[in-house]
């Protein structure tokens, strides 16, 4: 129960960083994207019941606590993502472009499908209207199933399937454009490379 304790505490660290999130709209409100950040996302379909994928990323951030025994990677792992949100905040703080567009081009599919009330939570609330690029949602997800793939044996094909599923769903809800999930997942890869090195190093 220590132990568990202890990882609460140092992960924690990361938790009060994201809940921060919700104070850049307070601030700054958001902008128009340019066109060619979206042009690709009118031929992608929009597929509504990938937005239960899309809420298990909120399973996905409590998990890290849980499943590293090891201090040592928890602290890694933990401050690899505090780079990655004060990267990503920085962004959105610099150009906090929003969905817009997309979404009214969907929107009679978004207003009518029979989860739709999970979907305004995401795409109506002011605090989530803006700061697309990149996702959140896929660098936080995709970082960390990189690391539950390098880790883990035994959560390899849980890793991939969420990973995967999480990422295909930020632009099939049109939460995103698809340009921020890609952004997302360059940048999630580059901070499991690094904790890959790190994790070498210390063998």
């Known amino acids: 129960m220590s132990q568990l304790f202890n990882n609460i505490k140092i992960f924690s660290s990361f938790w009060i960083l994201l809940a921060c999130y919700f104070t850049i709209p307070i601030f700054i409100g958001p902008v128009d994207p340019a066109n060619w950040v979206y042009l690709m996302d009118f031929e992608i379909p929009f597929i509504w019941w990938m937005i239960i994928p899309y809420y298990i990323y909120y399973i996905i ?3 890290p606590p849980l499943i590293w025994k090891d201090q040592w990677k928890i602290r890694n792992i933990t401050s690899i993502l505090n780079v990655m949100t004060i990267f990503c905040y920085l962004i959105f703080i610099i150009w906090p472009i929003h969905t817009g567009p997309i ?77 921020d999930s890609l952004s997302g997942i360059l940048i999630a890869y580059i901070g499991f490379y690094y904790y890959k090195i790190k994790t070498k190093s210390c063998k």
């Open 61 to 63: 951030v409590l998990l």
């Open 103 to 179: 979404i009214n081009y969907f929107r009679d599919a978004i207003e009518s499908h029979p989860l739709k009330s999970l979907h305004y939570i995401i795409i109506y609330d002011e605090m989530l209207y803006q700061n697309a690029l990149p996702s959140m949602h896929v660098v936080v997800s995709s970082f960390l199933c990189l690391a539950y793939y390098h880790d883990f044996k035994s959560y390899r094909l849980f890793a991939i399937g969420v990973g995967i599923s999480i990422f295909l769903s930020t632009f099939l809800i049109k939460q995103h454009f698809i340009l």
